[in-house]
């Protein structure tokens, strides 16, 4: 009996040919994304609007009372970009969020290396204790610090003198810009590290130790082990760290704001506490606008060089 | 269950709490106005203002007061929310310094053709403060101002007499104490760096002032003038001679440190000797004070205090008007006087007696800041706390702060809108 063959058909050999399910509508995941999506952008998106519309308009405290509108065009950027105090603060910003990155990033890679090695019952304490000041809100952790610094009744200054680090009794650490940064650093860098620390302890937990071995058998100090293997493997990690540290210590607001006010003589004044006196205290309500528009396309441009950088790691 | 079970009451469910959603929305007014009062922390007393709510509901039926308490600080924020929102809060007790730039903003009601108590014998510097282009928009309502609060037992002890009449007297008298007690801690006065309101009294003291304006409206910073600069250094020198306090804090917490024994005196207002005599009660007899002396005859003061505002927006303005005039009236100016604040008006000044009338002899010389709707800008950007810190610390000479401090109030006055 001759049977009717069936026209060859285009199947790929050795493999099992199944009919694949077809997915129920091809809008289900966009439907599924769409309410969340909505909330964020409704969230974000209004007030970001708003914030590049005020940015053009003239607002101070009489037009919002009398809810006037006058648009300005580029007068408040102007007014900015030529104010001498702008051109202080953002260096001072800059500055102060470089510092506080390199030294969050390398006390998270020591916290990190520190929990790898340590012994379970240490590993559970240090991981507890960073887990506390992640948790404390930024704001409370800021007016304890600014409470332990006090001249007066600080516990800093008590330590020190008990310690005897020299008479630190009543040793002001707000007197001199110099010194309230420091403070500040401390502070910053004190809320930054939880979280750089437990995610680079993440990372080093993918990392094979069989790597490590054969580094040290090859003769590699624990430098060049870390430098040579663990960094390279880890780098993904450290630059999405980095990114994220650089957006947060430069829009750092309450941690200044709750301990210095900006002072003394206005010298830790820096972009969130500028935009602060200019929209809430002073009411200009446009101007600062224009500065926190500044700032965001500073912080995305920022941002978008270091996802470039990662993007042509990871080819 | 089934599907078809499930999904009903997943929609029944959902129903429900829309329609919880939406009950609790309106109360019902039910023609009840009520007005909505905002004063500020430690002004007048609450069974006063209590009484005053009770007899102005008896005099207009069918309206209620909701007094709410603000705090001090914070205070701009929450005006600012509020004003310019849809439901402005009526009646606002407004600090002196506060009423000219929410004035100028057009956020308070025009008073000027409303009837008030008094009217002819207000105190001026509460008048003036609550005056914009010629027309009323804060009420006077209480004034304060400072004196030295000492401490009689410690003054026994180091033999002194009678109360300080010039300011070289009261820094002997300062030195003295602080030698009685002996301990490195202990200030005689206790004068902190950044206490503006007692610091600047010494520029006037010698003739200098603040700022200026010009014919031009312009204004123009006066404290490298010499007569300011010449305040300064007297001031300069009494904090040296007489105080330990040191020069980056402010006055707040100046009560407890007079109440815990780190000092014999203290600069404060008036009614702060009651509230020390509360929380210190060992201290409850042993508190007085005099008139703060100057270089010759008694030191100009600062005349702090509040004014009440209606808001140009809020739903009820007669009603605000009428609850302003009952608590500014003579009746409780009369007992805001007996509780401790300075009455708004000369005419009552037989109603204040003890701490409260030395406040009010010593308010006959009294300074004001410079009348700008930007000044409460020069006081958030603390220029002159941190020009009096930096010459308390010695980090900037007298002239060189003087001029920074003169450059930056120019640069903030006369800004533009």
């Given at each position: 009996m001759t049977a009717v063959l069936d026209p060859p058909r285009a199947r790929p050999t050795g493999r099992a040919t199944r009919p694949r399910p077809r997915p129920r509508s091809k809008a289900l995941p966009y439907l599924l994304l769409a309410p969340c999506a909505a909330g964020v952008l409704g969230t974000l998106a209004w007030p970001v609007a708003t914030m590049v519309a005020l940015s053009f308009q003239r607002e101070n405290l009489a037009d919002l009372v009398t809810r006037t509108t006058t648009w300005v065009g580029p007068a408040n950027y102007r007014h900015t970009l030529t104010d001498r105090m702008f051109w202080t603060v953002l260096p001072r910003t800059l500055g102060f969020a470089a510092t506080c990155v390199a030294l969050t990033l390398l006390a998270g890679t020591g916290c990190a290396l520190l929990l790898y090695r340590a012994s379970r019952p240490a590993r559970l304490a240090l991981s507890s204790a960073l887990v506390l000041a992640w948790a404390t809100p930024v704001f409370i952790g800021a007016v304890v610090w600014k409470w332990m610094f006090d001249s007066e009744f600080g516990v800093v200054n008590y330590l020190l003198t008990r310690l005897g680090a020299g008479d630190f009794r009543h040793h002001s650490w707000f007197l001199t810009p110099t010194s309230a940064f420091a403070v500040l650093i401390v502070?910053?860098?004190?809320?930054?590290?939880?979280?750089?620390?437990?995610?680079?302890?993440?990372?080093?937990?993918?990392?094979?130790?069989?790597?490590?071995?054969?580094?040290?058998?090859?003769?590699?100090?624990?430098?060049?082990?870390?430098?040579?293997?663990?960094?390279?493997?880890?780098?993904?990690?450290?630059?999405?760290?980095?990114?994220?540290?650089?957006?947060?210590?430069?829009?750092?607001?309450?941690?200044?704001?709750?301990?210095?006010?900006?002072?003394?003589?206005?010298?830790?004044?820096?972009?969130?506490?500028?935009?602060?006196?200019?929209?809430?205290?002073?009411?200009?309500?446009?101007?600062a606008s224009a500065i926190a528009v500044l700032m965001t396309l500073l912080l995305v441009g920022l941002s978008w060089f270091y996802v470039r950088v990662l993007r042509e790691e990871s080819r | 269950m089934s599907h078809r079970t499930r999904a009903a009451a997943a929609a029944l469910t959902l129903a429900l709490c829309t329609v919880a959603a939406c009950g609790g929305g309106s109360g019902g007014s039910r023609g009840t106005a009520q007005l909505n009062v905002w004063l500020m922390k430690d002004s007048a007393p609450d069974a006063l203002v209590a009484d005053v709510n009770r007899a102005f509901t008896a005099a207009h039926p069918g309206t209620r007061v909701k007094v709410q308490i603000l705090d001090w600080t914070g205070r701009d924020v929450k005006w600012k929310t509020a004003l310019a929102g849809d439901h402005p809060p009526d009646v606002m007790e407004m600090g002196n310094t506060d009423v000219l730039s929410y004035a100028a903003s057009g956020a308070l009601a025009d008073l000027t053709h409303r009837t008030f108590d008094n009217r002819a014998s207000w105190l001026t510097g509460l008048t003036e403060a609550g005056t914009y282009q010629g027309k009323l928009y804060g009420v006077p309502y209480y004034g304060g101002d400072r004196v030295v609060i000492y401490r009689k037992d410690l003054w026994q002890r180091a033999g002194l007499g009678a109360p300080p009449s010039t300011l070289a007297d009261l820094q002997r008298d300062a030195a003295a104490l602080r030698d009685a007690d002996g301990r490195p801690d202990f200030s005689g006065l206790y004068f902190p760096g950044r206490y503006q309101y007692a610091a600047l009294s010494f520029v006037y003291d010698t003739g200098g002032r603040i700022a200026t304006r010009s014919k031009d409206g312009r204004w123009h910073g006066q404290l490298s003038a010499t007569a300011a600069q010449q305040g300064l250094t007297n001031w300069a020198n009494f904090l040296h001679a007489a105080s330990r306090a040191p020069a980056d804090k402010d006055e707040t917490g100046i009560d407890d440190v007079l109440g815990q024994g780190h000092a014999a005196m203290i600069i404060a207002q008036g009614w702060q000797v009651k509230a020390i005599g509360a929380k210190y009660p060992q201290l409850a007899g042993q508190l007085d004070a005099f008139a703060m002396p100057g270089t010759a005859g008694p030191?100009?003061?600062?005349?702090?205090?509040?004014?009440?505002?209606?808001?140009?927006?809020?739903?009820?303005?007669?009603?605000?008007?009428?609850?302003?005039?009952?608590?500014?009236?003579?009746?409780?100016?009369?007992?805001?006087?007996?509780?401790?604040?300075?009455?708004?008006?000369?005419?009552?000044?037989?109603?204040?007696?003890?701490?409260?009338?030395?406040?009010?002899?010593?308010?006959?010389?009294?300074?004001?800041?410079?009348?700008?709707?930007?000044?409460?800008?020069?006081?958030?950007?603390?220029?002159?706390?941190?020009?009096?810190?930096?010459?308390?610390?010695?980090?900037?000479?007298?002239?060189?702060?003087?001029?920074?401090?003169?450059?930056?109030?120019?640069?903030?006055?006369?800004?533009?809108?």
């Amino acid at each position: 009996m001759t049977a009717v063959l069936d026209p060859p058909r285009a199947r790929p050999t050795g493999r099992a040919t199944r009919p694949r399910p077809r997915p129920r509508s091809k809008a289900l995941p966009y439907l599924l994304l769409a309410p969340c999506a909505a909330g964020v952008l409704g969230t974000l998106a209004w007030p970001v609007a708003t914030m590049v519309a005020l940015s053009f308009q003239r607002e101070n405290l009489a037009d919002l009372v009398t809810r006037t509108t006058t648009w300005v065009g580029p007068a408040n950027y102007r007014h900015t970009l030529t104010d001498r105090m702008f051109w202080t603060v953002l260096p001072r910003t800059l500055g102060f969020a470089a510092t506080c990155v390199a030294l969050t990033l390398l006390a998270g890679t020591g916290c990190a290396l520190l929990l790898y090695r340590a012994s379970r019952p240490a590993r559970l304490a240090l991981s507890s204790a960073l887990v506390l000041a992640w948790a404390t809100p930024v704001f409370i952790g800021a007016v304890v610090w600014k409470w332990m610094f006090d001249s007066e009744f600080g516990v800093v200054n008590y330590l020190l003198t008990r310690l005897g680090a020299g008479d630190f009794r009543h040793h002001s650490w707000f007197l001199t810009p110099t010194s309230a940064f420091a403070v500040l650093i401390v502070i910053v860098v004190w809320g930054a590290v939880p979280f750089v620390a437990l995610s680079l302890y993440g990372g080093l937990l993918t990392v094979p130790p069989e790597l490590w071995e054969a580094a040290r058998v090859d003769g590699g100090s624990a430098w060049r082990v870390f430098w040579r293997v663990t960094f390279p493997l880890l780098r993904p990690i450290y630059v999405i760290l980095a990114v994220l540290s650089v957006v947060w210590d430069t829009k750092v607001f309450p941690q200044v704001w709750f301990t210095t006010r900006g002072g003394p003589y206005q010298g830790t004044v820096m972009l969130g506490v500028y935009i602060y006196n200019q929209g809430i205290n002073d009411s200009r309500f446009g101007n600062a606008s224009a500065i926190a528009v500044l700032m965001t396309l500073l912080l995305v441009g920022l941002s978008w060089f270091y996802v470039r950088v990662l993007r042509e790691e990871s080819r | 269950m089934s599907h078809r079970t499930r999904a009903a009451a997943a929609a029944l469910t959902l129903a429900l709490c829309t329609v919880a959603a939406c009950g609790g929305g309106s109360g019902g007014s039910r023609g009840t106005a009520q007005l909505n009062v905002w004063l500020m922390k430690d002004s007048a007393p609450d069974a006063l203002v209590a009484d005053v709510n009770r007899a102005f509901t008896a005099a207009h039926p069918g309206t209620r007061v909701k007094v709410q308490i603000l705090d001090w600080t914070g205070r701009d924020v929450k005006w600012k929310t509020a004003l310019a929102g849809d439901h402005p809060p009526d009646v606002m007790e407004m600090g002196n310094t506060d009423v000219l730039s929410y004035a100028a903003s057009g956020a308070l009601a025009d008073l000027t053709h409303r009837t008030f108590d008094n009217r002819a014998s207000w105190l001026t510097g509460l008048t003036e403060a609550g005056t914009y282009q010629g027309k009323l928009y804060g009420v006077p309502y209480y004034g304060g101002d400072r004196v030295v609060i000492y401490r009689k037992d410690l003054w026994q002890r180091a033999g002194l007499g009678a109360p300080p009449s010039t300011l070289a007297d009261l820094q002997r008298d300062a030195a003295a104490l602080r030698d009685a007690d002996g301990r490195p801690d202990f200030s005689g006065l206790y004068f902190p760096g950044r206490y503006q309101y007692a610091a600047l009294s010494f520029v006037y003291d010698t003739g200098g002032r603040i700022a200026t304006r010009s014919k031009d409206g312009r204004w123009h910073g006066q404290l490298s003038a010499t007569a300011a600069q010449q305040g300064l250094t007297n001031w300069a020198n009494f904090l040296h001679a007489a105080s330990r306090a040191p020069a980056d804090k402010d006055e707040t917490g100046i009560d407890d440190v007079l109440g815990q024994g780190h000092a014999a005196m203290i600069i404060a207002q008036g009614w702060q000797v009651k509230a020390i005599g509360a929380k210190y009660p060992q201290l409850a007899g042993q508190l007085d004070a005099f008139a703060m002396p100057g270089t010759a005859g008694p030191m100009p003061v600062f005349l702090g205090g509040s004014n009440l505002t209606a808001s140009a927006g809020g739903k009820n303005r007669d009603l605000a008007a009428a609850w302003i005039r009952l608590m500014t009236g003579t009746k409780y100016e009369t007992a805001l006087g007996q509780a401790g604040l300075l009455p708004n008006s000369t005419s009552l000044s037989h109603a204040v007696s003890g701490i409260t009338a030395t406040e009010l002899r010593a308010a006959t010389r009294s300074w004001f800041t410079p009348a700008s709707t930007h000044w409460s800008d020069v006081d958030n950007a603390s220029v002159m706390q941190d020009m009096l810190q930096a010459i308390a610390s010695g980090q900037k000479s007298v002239a060189t702060a003087a001029k920074d401090a003169d450059t930056r109030v120019e640069q903030i006055l006369d800004a533009g809108a």
